[in-house]
């Protein structure tokens, strides 16, 4: 790089040019990210912790606005009803012992018995013999260290025999003799335990969409992939509540209505394709995904149909979104069915962004189990059925004769006995012991009656899509990233995903009369866009060159320019940051043209 | 109340009705607020947990509209520059360390010796005595609790001496030999440890303001006030960086150009007043908050100005809102002056929803001390000064005779060392001591030189505005309820705040084609508003009326009814909530009509 060298004597502004044909994408944006506010490393002047990001303004803004394109697109305007609801990140034990977390939310790690270092077993593995090892056992994992004698990659030194690390955050709740609590590895439980109270909410109607978005922890061993992998993020999840009886009619219903959601074409590998070593992606509509079994319940290709088209909106295309069914072994604890959303990136290739789990009765049945709590839905019949039903009643003499001075004692506890249990009991086994008498079948009237029963308790099954709004982000600013042909930097973010709606300048900043009209007038502007809730970036430092290249370099897609002509006549200059061409427009037109691109 | 017993047997809906006027609007609100998804305690199938709440899609909704008020008044519209950042909940040691937490983020607390029942002392002495303790040391409590013989209210059994108990969620970060880590107990630290990072986004300016809204966890001892004492729950900071030398310059020169600020009149409480036993406010402007001394920093007066003009445009009348500055044993342990902003609740009198406190240097100077950062501001001189400097440089060949072989590693030494450093050694001691060699002044030149000085780096000032979203929502809530003429609830909130802009309703559903078309027109409607991005409560169950009561109840400033007369020349009515009245429109002015009011 001959040509580097010499002209990077030359000029400093040059170098800065030349290099970035040499930098990747993901260099060039870890650079922007950190000199113009979007994202850095946390805890820097502590000497960071893996695993932590900050968000400066123009990147939280950024991620704030790709949750309302999430609430847009997967909350208000889908075709069933949806509640956001938000639940603490703090979580008592007994939630994520009911929800598997406990015993299955787990990494295998491995130790060097030389320089304690610790590693992810797995990890360490596959880069040692380059293999994937996802889902075996601690044995399994064990045999392959001894067998390819994997060593400490630092030091040369043995490892210990791998085993599971809980990857929960653990606390305490109360500051003195607390109470175990962990943090929420996943939004969904806050929305399991809530079902009931949701679905009252909902007046009782299926299916039932609740959605959450919020922080979340889980404590990996050494993250190593950035903004791509870290210990606390934001997560995106909808819990969708149903019927299985009834998802294929609701789903083609849905359907019918909406033909280009039914349309909407997805990049798909199958569990199937990937057995038989295919790594190529067949195409498939939403009915097709139906029809053809690719999903197991059709809710599963709705919601992936609709995150296909949500990732489309915010600047992904479509040949570099896919989803790729996991296999057995690859599957969470909770999930019947699991598709990962992959968007490619230049530097990690393939990355999952969302997943689209079929967690069926799973969830809501061990909250059911552990907290003895009623999570189920009535299913009325659409007629009342007659059903034929005995009932049982107690000859109070005849079991005074049994029971003897224990007869009150014992009339109570049958009084409060379930009826059920108690036929049950006398069915099986010819007799029931209460406060310990036994008593035969003969004091007891049993008789068969018909009655109507309107419905029935049902567990729903669920659907879930979920997806992390970081690596979102980073595939989001990845894909937006253009270098123009002059060598600058230009974030060509949709509109509705850019950091600012518009930027406004005063063409020439200084004292002279003009120039302090120009100043007032830009600021007069920009006071009156954020009255009318319009985001605006103002800057008045450096010739307006610069500052379109400020505003190019954050995606700010409008800019208006204050200039000599607007104190005269106002009028003042509209740019586009994607054509980069200019139009003169009336101040008073200022606000309907802004919006018009917002649409 | 042998009317009320006379009425519930008659009717069921009067039998509410009734009641409502023998309830609080506390006890009115958390039976709404569960019944129609505000809130309600978090956890309540596993019996719950004190201090944790779970929001439901109104509640959730309202939240995030507050956090958009207080973004507009706090961040967009003012008069400063304003940043706002997202950073980790968790937090590393040493961070909560150098910030004085871990030393004094703690509350006193007592354990029974008979049952172990844990309580907060100060708490549990204000209870028994009636007086306020805050503040007090542990063998002051001690010595009351001793005094007045308290013991346990639960179990009468004696008391152990107070001790503090750290209020820091305590966790660890690696799931295995972790290091320690708490979750962060407010937002700022992330903006103090991150201040020079925006200080260069902001093109190294002051003042500088950076904001953060986020949850935060504070472990108490046993909450017991709902909504209002949380262990996690939502901040919204402010940690405004300025140099104190300009600050009365900067804020006069902002109050000159806006009027209404500077005349913004505030109900304040001061410590000198609480000393003197008053307990009534005094009304200030201002500009006589800054002229009369009131705030130990004009900076204090200007963001306590926009907090109250914040919580009056969310729907807070102004005689309920007071300042209330915290007496010298009542503040924390960053702070030179304290003031409360309260807001008077039915239930809990006068009660703390924001903290307005003069931070001074002290955490950026705790961090500087605990990361050697640089985290100061080059103050540049209007004019570079001259100084006189003294330089120093030693003479090698007398360094050599007296170093003797140890002469290459004690040059070195020197020339890494600081050279401020290294004179005032010489000058206080007569020697250095390097590498173990002791040197006298005679081996060195020393020269005095007349340097330019063009700036000098400071340790800025932060006064801190501080909000507690929970509290917010409930104290908006609580201003917002009414109860009607015919005893219905209606939530008059502010129209920014309500959780959707608008309800629409088909006049009556039904199978009839006419039926059929309205229902279709209101769903069309629904659609197109939504693709406008204005949020809708559609709602087609039961007579219209009580519809209106449903939207009534949430607060839904809008209503839409396609009726007969939609189907036939597509006009709607539209209904205020606050005023009852309606009005017909055409669906082409449906759009234009709801922005018009929340302009």
Known sequence: MKINKFLSIMCFEWCIVVERNNKSKYEILVDLAKRRGIFWPAYEIYGGVAGF????????????????????????SVDVNVLEIETPIITPRIVLKASGHEDHFTDPITECKSCGRVYRADHLIEEAINKKVEGLSMEELWKIIHEHNIRCPECGGELTKPKPALLLFKTEIGPYKGTKA?????????????????????????????????????????????????????????????????????????LEKRKE?????????????????????????????????IVTNPWMAYWMAIGNKFLREIGIPIN??????????????????????????????????????YRTTYDLRRHIEYSKADLTFFKRYEKPKKVKKKKIAPNPAKIKEIAGEKFPSVMKALSEMDKEHLLSELENNGYVIIQDVKIPESPFYVKEEEVLVHGEKIIPHVVEPSFGLERILYVVL??????????????????????????????????KPE??????????????????????????????GKRYVRADEIGIPLAITVDYQSIEDNTVTIRYRDTREQKRIHIGEIIKEILSHFK
Chains 1, 2 share one sequence.
């Open 478 to 511: 990845e894909n937006s990233l253009h270098i123009t042909s002059d060598q600058k930097i230009v974030l060509k973010l949709p509109y509705r995903v850019a950091p600012y709606m518009v930027a406004v300048f005063p063409l020439v900043t200084g004292t």
């Open 53 to 76: 990001y900050d968000f400066g303004p123009v990147g939280l803004s950024i991620k704030n606005n790709i949750i309302n394109e999430w609430r847009y697109h997967l909350i208000h």
């Open 182 to 254: 962990y943090l929420r590895p996943e939004t969904a439980q806050g929305m399991f335990i809530n079902f009931k109270n949701l679905l009252n909410i909902a007046r009782n109607k299926l299916p039932l969409g609740i959605a959450q978005i919020g922080r979340v922890g889980r404590n990996e061993i050494s993250p190593r992939q950035g903004l791509l992998r870290l210990r606390e993020f934001t997560i995106m999840e909808l819990e969708f509540f149903f019927d299985p009886e009834k998802s294929y009619e609701e789903v083609m219903n849905i």
């Open 515 to 544: 120039h302090v009209k120009m100043i007032n007038l830009a600021k007069k502007i920009k006071e009156i866009l954020i009255s009318n809730r319009i985001t605006v970036y103002y800057d008045e430092e450096g010739s307006i």
């Open 320 to 357: 570099k979104i896919r989803f790729v069914e996991k296999l057995p072994e690859e599957k969470a604890h909770y999930s019947e069915q699991t598709f990962d959303q992959e968007v490619f990136t230049e530097k990690y290739g393939w990355f999952e962004v969302a997943g689209y789990s």
């Open 261 to 293: 959601l039914r349309n909407e074409r997805l990049n798909i590998l199958t569990a199937k394709d990937k057995l038989e070593g295919k790594e190529e992606t067949q195409t498939y509509t939403t009915i097709e995904l139906i029809e053809e079994n």
